[in-house]
């Protein structure tokens, strides 16, 4: 009986063990030779300043939105119409707006694919339509953006036309979106229509800037690339607040468990990565699109290159004391920006591939020998994994495969560890990580 026992949770452990090749195959198609021609046609517009021109067909803003629709609907025609192609917009003003030159329409470009099951889950992949120059309130100057943000929206391009050959249970949403540069007017409008059509965002993957390797401290490495994460939601509730200084959690939220989920799935499908998990919401000081989503409580990280050159960036194209200026094509790296839209990839069709999340996860154990957990019981999965590691691990480094909505761990003081649960599919794809909510008296 022992033996039978043995065997049976050696074989379990083996089945949630498991990799998917379709993960591998995901990755093996990414081009970077299509995403080299989709960056030279948007840095070839000239300037993409969200307040360019809106008329012509070859230059400007309106002309690059517009090829961006034409390529998602491509994708569509070729996966038998899988997309729902359109534009989102909002009007804004130049009153009160430091960085807006004129009115205008901050249009972003949508391309939604449908998840079979559970059609209005979503995760997100963005990257900016919009450049800029040395002045953002200069829109005629030439601002090619190769890097910031052609590359990510390339990327996101080239994601949807990998992963619109595959279904899902839920839906993935690729979009180019407009005025970055000028105050995340684009991420804004994109989130406050998210919260109006009650979408459910499992979460949001924000690409600014993944195509160069050769920073301005003299590092050159096309392996590493960092993932932004802010530590808790901006919009928590007190009771949380409280709560956590009591039970812990200051580093789990829930963009921060998106981090991770990014951070183990790249190991374990492109262990050749260094994915740097940055505490920090962006960059010292500054921010990306995934913003305006955390700050409405969606989960969001941004992607980028781990090693920028500020030469390159927000720069008028000029040579000055010997150094050329401006983010132009030939500093893009191509097969670095291939590796990112994979890491994108294979994370987007994790997630929706994957069962939901628990939403409510309880925790309890206090003065015992062993931590208790139990949850709710979500659709679609056949299993729970729960996670352990250590109060000063950014990862986690332990886990327990069970079929049951609570567990005990025997042995594990819930003193010395923190916990979560995540939901694990017949297919084996697993949720994100969910910290305890509750506690169990």
Not at 329 to 345: D, I, M, S
């Amino acid at each position: 009986m022992k033996k039978i026992t043995f065997l049976f949770i050696l074989f379990t452990a083996v089945i949630t063990a498991q990799t998917n090749q379709k993960i591998y195959d995901i990755i093996d198609a990414v081009s970077a030779d299509r995403i080299e021609a989709d960056v030279k046609k948007l840095a070839n517009f000239g300037t993409r300043n969200t307040f360019s021109d809106t008329i012509s067909e070859t230059r400007g803003i309106g002309a690059a939105r517009r090829w961006i629709k034409s390529e998602f609907e491509n994708i569509s025609t070729n996966c038998d119409n899988c997309l729902n192609v359109f534009y989102q917009k909002d009007f804004v003003t130049k009153k009160g707006n430091r960085r807006v030159p004129h009115d205008a329409w901050v249009v972003n470009v949508i391309a939604i694919q449908k998840g079979t099951k559970y059609p209005n889950r979503y995760v997100i992949m963005s990257g900016d339509i919009d450049s800029r120059a040395s002045n953002t309130m200069d829109f005629t100057t030439d601002a090619p953006g190769a890097n910031d943000n052609a590359s990510g929206m390339a990327g996101t391009i080239e994601a949807a036309r990998v992963l619109s050959k595959y279904k899902f249970e839920s839906s993935i949403i690729y979009v180019g979106l407009s005025g970055e540069e000028q105050g995340l007017f684009g991420g804004a409008g994109l989130a406050k229509y998210a919260k109006e059509k009650e979408w459910e965002i499992i979460g949001v993957l924000n690409n600014d800037m993944i195509g160069n390797i050769t920073g301005v401290d003299g590092v050159t490495d096309n392996r590493s690339f960092r993932i932004f994460s802010e530590p808790v939601p901006a919009n928590e509730t007190e009771r949380a607040r409280k709560m956590r200084r009591f039970y812990g959690g200051e580093v789990d939220g829930i963009s921060r468990q998106l981090a991770r989920y990014i951070h183990k799935n790249v190991k374990t499908y492109m262990p050749e990565m260094n994915p740097m998990m940055i505490y920090r919401l962006d960059r010292f000081g500054r921010g990306g699109h995934h913003r305006p989503f955390n700050d409405l409580g969606f989960a969001g990280i941004r992607i980028m290159e781990a090693h920028e050159n500020y030469t390159q960036q927000h720069q008028d194209i000029r040579t000055e004391n010997g150094i050329n200026y401006g983010d132009v094509l030939e500093h893009v790296n191509f097969p670095y920006t291939k590796k990112l839209t994979a890491v994108n990839a294979i994370n987007l069709a994790s997630l929706a591939w994957a069962p939901e999340a628990p939403k409510e996860v309880a925790i309890g154990g206090i003065v015992e020998a062993s931590a208790k957990l139990k949850w709710n019981k979500v659709d679609g999965a056949k299993g729970y994994k729960i996670y352990w590691r250590d109060t000063t691990s950014p990862t986690w480094d332990n886990s327990r495969y069970v079929e049951t909505t609570e567990f005990t761990l025997e042995g594990i003081v819930i003193d010395n560890f923190f916990f979560g649960v995540a939901a694990v599919g017949e297919n084996g794809e697993e949720s994100v990580v969910v910290f305890p909510n509750k506690i169990l008296r």
